[in-house]
T-cell receptor, first 115, second 113 residues
C-alpha cells in the first residue's frame, strides 16, 4: 500500500520568501499525486494534481509542484509567499484498495507566513 | 452549486450517545467517502461507497457504520460515541476516476465528552 510522508508539520516563512513544502510517496509505480489546501474551519480544496502528463504542474494561487520519479517526491513551491497562503497543506497519493482507487493523505504541513 | 454538504457542522455528544452525520452531494457522483482528521495524522479513511447500496471499510472503520440508500446521500453513524471519536469528519465524493481528485464538504466538528 502507498504511504505519504510530509516532512515538517510546521513551516514558517516571511512574506515574499520562497515556500517549499515537501512530500515523498512510497511506491515505485508512478501514482496520481495531489496537493490540497485547507484554510481555517474549511474543507479541503484542490491546489494541483499530477496525472502522468507534464512533470512540472502549475496550480492555483501561484503554486507549482514537480514530480520526480527518481526521488519519489512531489514537493510544492511558490516563489513569493503571501499572508493569505497561511493554511494547512496536504499531499495525497492514489492507491488501489479493495479493488478501487482511493486517495491516501499525508499528515499535513501547517504554513505560517510572517510580515 | 452546493457541491458536498455536511450536516451538522458542530456537535457535542456524551459518551455512549449515538448520532448520524449526513453527507449530501448534488454532482451525481458515484463514489463517496468519509474521512476523519486528527492533528498530526492527516485524513484517514473510515468508510467509502462505490455506488448506491454499497459500502466498504477503509483504514479506521471500528465504531462507525455507514449507509448509502440514495446515490446522493452517504450517512455516517456512531452507535455508542467514545472520546476517541472526537475529531473533524469530512465527506468527499468523485466519479470514480481518482485522477480528478475529490470534492470535499466543509466538515463536521464532533466532540465526545
Amino acid at each position: 500500500a502507498q504511504s505519504v510522508t510530509q516532512l515538517g508539520s510546521h513551516v514558517s516563512v516571511s512574506e515574499g520568501a520562497l515556500v517549499l513544502l515537501r512530500c515523498n510517496y512510497s511506491s515505485s509505480v508512478p501514482p496520481y499525486l495531489f496537493w490540497y489546501v485547507q484554510y481555517p474551519n474549511q474543507g479541503l480544496q484542490l491546489l494541483l494534481k499530477y496525472t502522468s502528463a507534464a512533470t512540472l504542474v502549475k496550480g492555483i494561487n501561484g503554486f507549482e509542484a514537480e514530480f520526480k520519479k527518481s526521488e519519489t517526491s512531489f514537493h510544492l513551491t511558490k516563489p513569493s509567499a503571501h499572508m493569505s497562503d497561511a493554511a494547512e497543506y496536504f499531499c495525497a497519493v492514489s492507491d488501489r484498495l479493495g479493488g478501487y482507487n482511493k486517495l491516501i493523505f499525508g499528515a499535513g504541513t501547517r504554513l505560517a507566513v510572517h510580515p | 452549486n452546493a457541491g458536498v454538504t455536511q450536516t451538522p457542522k458542530f456537535r457535542v455528544l456524551k459518551t455512549g450517545q449515538s448520532m448520524t452525520l449526513l453527507c449530501a452531494q448534488d454532482m451525481n457522483h458515484e463514489y463517496m467517502y468519509w474521512y476523519r482528521q486528527d492533528p498530526g495524522m492527516g485524513l484517514r479513511l473510515i468508510h467509502y461507497s462505490v455506488g448506491e447500496g454499497t459500502t466498504a471499510k477503509g483504514e479506521v472503520p471500528d465504531g462507525y457504520n455507514v449507509s448509502r440508500l440514495k446515490k446522493q446521500n452517504f450517512l455516517l453513524g456512531l452507535e455508542s460515541a467514545a472520546p476517541s471519536q472526537t475529531s473533524v469528519y469530512f465527506c468527499a465524493s468523485n466519479n470514480g476516476g481518482v485522477a480528478y481528485g475529490y470534492t470535499f464538504g466543509s466538515g463536521t466538528r464532533l466532540t465526545v465528552v
